[in-house]
């Protein structure tokens, strides 16, 4: 029999010969005024900014909300307070199934929730390219089996890192964070995610008015999309020095010491 023991982000795996950590994976129901809203499978920690960085990123809240356990104390939920800006509907969860949506409406959604991103700031290319080494990353390094998403000053300061199963509940955790720390909108602060890029990340770091996102891995031809209609620097492949700017490269400046 193998054994499974939780230890939070983390669990110990028992099994014949051998033992492992494994990233934790549950269910999260977040609810809106006791209502429940979505259901999401995130690492443990962090929820209430989960729900809010979640609600926010769908064009559903502006600003921070009171959120916490429900009022049934169920587990595994976090109830945040409304109202809601708008009523959502099946077609507003990209995240969950762009079933019916072609690009082009994902886009004009996306528009509604968002405007085009102000310009600046300038940073550095060898900073851009070096940020992802600046993640921490504590339980990706027991386990193996978390994303991360940070947030940087245009300095290359880490001011809020968050790990998750799900890339996109990383950044949900970071924008969250952030909302209730007054600093949504995100400009001229920049995001950072361990993985590849895809159109929700590129459209919750959109929303929430983030002028650069950099990632480890490659875009989406979505994701690219997105971000040139929002005015967005994307950039990808992010490692060994290099990087690749695929949308707005006017924030992007030479690196320290190099032929403008």
């Known amino acids: 029999m193998t054994e499974v023991r939780l230890r939070g982000a983390f669990a110990e795996v028992r099994a014949p010969g051998f ?3 494994v990233a934790v994976e549950d269910p999260l129901e977040i609810r809106v005024d006791g209502r429940a809203l979505a259901i999401t ?3 443990p920690g962090h929820d209430e900014e989960l729900a809010l960085g979640f609600l926010h990123g769908e064009g559903l809240i502006d600003g921070p909300r009171d959120a ?6 169920a587990g595994n939920t976090v109830d945040v307070t409304g109202p809601l800006l708008r009523e959502p509907d099946a077609r507003s969860f990209y ?7 072609c ?3 994902a886009l004009e959604e996306v528009a509604v929730a968002s405007d085009v991103v102000a310009p600046g700031p300038v940073l550095d290319r060898a900073l851009v390219a070096d940020l992802p080494e600046r993640l921490r990353q504590p339980t990706f390094t027991r386990t193996g089996g978390l994303h991360a998403t940070g947030l940087f000053t245009a300095d290359g300061e880490l001011v809020c890192v968050r790990e998750d199963v799900g890339r996109h509940n990383a950044m949900d955790k970071v924008i969250g964070w952030a909302l209730r720390e007054g600093l949504v909108p995100l400009h001229p602060h920049v995001l950072c995610v361990s993985g590849r890029l895809s159109f929700e990340l590129v459209q919750k770091a959109a929303v929430a008015g983030a002028p650069l996102l950099v ?9 690219v999309s997105l971000a040139d209609d929002r005015g967005l620097t994307l950039c990808g492949f992010a490692r060994g020095g290099r990087v690749n700017v695929y949308t707005a490269p006017e924030r992007i400046g030479p690196s320290s010491g190099s032929s403008p």
């Open 19 to 21: 033992t492992d950590e």
């Open 41 to 43: 499978m995130r690492t």
């Open 68 to 73: 916490g356990p429900p009022a049934d104390l």
């Open 95 to 101: 995240t969950s199934s762009s079933c019916g949506v």
């Open 103 to 105: 690009g082009k409406g």
């Open 215 to 223: 990632g480890v891995g490659a875009p989406t031809s979505l994701a």
